[in-house]
């Protein structure tokens, strides 16, 4: 092959990839907006937030990698909630629909523009009772209820203890992953016949 085909060939060959994504054209993947957040980010009519009520990050801890959360057991909730509101709020109770009822400790007390975590020191929401095992990677919509605001409701991922999770607290009654069995080399079972 003479070098003008290789040049052509390799350019054919690296603008392969290039051209293939111009054909996802604007419904792809890549030009929809993304943010890493574990929260089922809260907008409502075209502005983020809800009543006066932001909830930049949600999620309820799931087991470890490759474990799960057995039926009928629980899960702590974890919300960041900043009061936008003049006038201090009160989070008074969680619910989780059939999944399960969210026990709150004591009610939570927001303060206006002031960003309160529910999950330090020891996480305050817990959802107990699972109707079904949770592995990670589930979605369940919880429904908060404020003195002031009323209702807020949002889809909040279930994410395992892993990566930025791994230093949370396990979720109570977490089965462990699975552990990998060694299999003996092709070259230790042919030494052994």
Not at 76 to 88: F, H, K, S, V
Not at 162 to 188: L, N
Request: proline share 10%; glycine share 10%; aromatic share 6%.
């Amino acid at each position: 092959m003479t070098s003008r085909r290789w040049i052509v060939a390799t350019a054919a060959l690296l603008a392969a990839p290039v051209l293939a994504g111009c054909s996802a054209g604007f419904g792809a993947n890549t030009a929809k907006p993304y943010a890493p957040n574990e929260a089922g980010v809260l907008i409502e009519q075209g502005k983020y937030g809800s009543r006066g009520i932001q909830i930049p990050q949600a999620f309820v801890l799931g087991p470890d990698s490759g474990a799960q959360l057995a039926w009928r057991g629980s899960a702590p909730i974890y919300l960041n909630i900043i009061n936008t509101a003049g006038a201090p709020d009160t989070l008074t109770a969680v619910s989780a629909g059939s999944l399960g009822n969210v026990k709150v400790a004591t009610p939570i007390q927001l303060p206006s523009n002031q960003l309160v975590n529910t999950g330090k020191p020891t996480p305050q929401l817990i959802l107990e009772g699972l109707a079904k095992s949770l592995r990670g990677g589930e979605t369940v919509k919880l429904d908060l209820t404020f003195a002031n605001a009323g209702l807020v409701s949002l889809n909040v991922p279930v994410v395992t203890r892993s990566r930025e999770f791994k230093d949370y607290p396990p979720a109570p009654g977490a089965t462990a992953a699975p552990t990998p069995t060694p299999t003996p080399s092709a070259t230790e079972s042919e030494a052994a016949h």
